[in-house]
T-cell receptor
Framework: ETGVTQSPTHLIKTRGQQVTLRCSSQSGHNTVSWYQQALGQGPQFIFQYYREEENGRGNFPPRFSGLQFPNYSSELNVNALELDDSALYLC?????????????FGPGTRLTVT | AQSVAQPEDQVNVAEGNPLTVKCTYSVSGNPYLFWYVQYPNRGLQFLLKYITGDNLVKGSYGFEAEFNKSQTSFHLKKPSALVSDSALYFCAVREGGNKLVFGAGTILRVKS
């Protein structure tokens, strides 16, 4: 098991609501990346945070936003939830930016939008 | 066009036989390439990466991958498969702008 934790484990929300997912990075890691993994698909990169700044973003609309705190933990916020947002959300931490370093993944948060 | 492709949805191999899981990429410049494995009900695990240097990269659990620039491929290999290697394998490539793109995944089934 990695030292990356995510909360909550599961979440059910209604279309139009807002959700916040949380990730605690492994000790000593200053970079966190977030991914969306729909059922039967590969992970889709949402964004990466390095030392509290967004440092790369995938093809996700602005209603997907994030935050990284001074202790390098991170939040993913999704506004105006849509049915297609139902997925497993993964976070990964690493020693540095740019995907040069190994990423350690958390177990994920399963979001269901009804 | 997709930056990374895994042409096989599933690969079946007998235990003890060599295995290959294919990956091709299409990014400009020098690619950063990765392999990850996902076991049922568990998170993604890093296997290996190619950033620069030797084209043959060795990783976790006896896996290796060969970077082939002319064929734009980064196939995952293992000389002798184990039943416990059965899992979902993802190839990934870093695109410009600091984005990581994953392939659709290949299910590896190793039968005893």
């Amino acid at each position: 098991e990695t030292g990356v934790t995510q909360s909550p484990t599961h979440l059910i929300k209604t279309r139009g609501q807002q959700v916040t997912l949380r990730c605690s990075s492994q000790s000593g890691h200053n970079t966190v990346s977030w991914y969306q993994q729909a059922l039967g698909q590969g992970p889709q990169f949402i964004f990466q945070y390095y030392r509290e700044e967004e440092n790369g973003r995938g093809n996700f609309p602005p209603r997907f936003s994030g935050l990284q705190f001074p202790n390098y933990s991170s939040e993913l916020n999704v506004n105006a939830l849509e049915l297609d947002d139902s997925a497993l959300y993964l976070c990964a931490s690493s020693l540095g930016q740019g995907f040069i370093y190994e990423q350690y993944f958390g177990p994920g948060t399963r979001l269901t939008v009804t | 066009a997709q930056s990374v492709a895994q042409p096989e949805d599933q690969v079946n191999v007998a235990e003890g036989n060599p295995l290959t899981v294919k990956c091709t990429y299409s990014v400009s410049g020098n690619p950063y390439l990765f392999w990850y494995v996902q076991y049922p009900n568990r998170g993604l695990q890093f296997l290996l990466k190619y950033i620069t240097g030797d084209n043959l990269v060795k990783g976790s659990y006896g896996f290796e991958a060969e970077f082939n620039k002319s064929q734009t491929s980064f196939h995952l290999k293992k000389p002798s498969a184990l039943v416990s290697d059965s899992a979902l394998y993802f190839c990934a490539v870093r695109e410009g702008g600091n984005k990581l793109v994953f392939g659709a995944g290949t299910i590896l089934r190793v039968k005893s």
